[in-house]
């Protein structure tokens, strides 16, 4: 994975992955900023959810963020990548 190589700021859109500990169904999309969400399996039998998808700027980040926390899904990391072409 390579970090994004443009400069973020807190007023433009940018492409994120976040993954949290829990399944989170794909029903969840449209609450969490149209991500993409894939549910799998860690090594150690542990569900793990992986979000991805471009997000309007920082304040829908941070929407997305308080509400995987109202749900009780512990974050694992959240990263700006870029959009694939």
């Known amino acids: 994975m390579t ?4 400069k973020l700021d807190l007023h433009t ?10 399944q989170l169904d ?4 449209p609450r969490l900023g149209g991500m993409t969400i894939r549910s ?3 090594p150690d039998g542990d569900p793990l ?9 920082q304040a829908a980040l941070a929407g997305v963020l308080n509400t995987l926390y109202l749900l009780g899904l512990p974050v694992i990391s959240v990263e700006a990548i870029e959009a694939e072409a």
């Open 3 to 6: 970090p994004t190589a443009r």
């Open 13 to 22: 859109p940018a492409t994120y992955r976040i993954q949290v500990q829990g």
């Open 26 to 29: 794909e029903s969840w999309s």
């Open 40 to 42: 799998a399996t860690r």
């Open 49 to 57: 959810t992986t979000l991805e998808g471009t997000l309007l700027d």
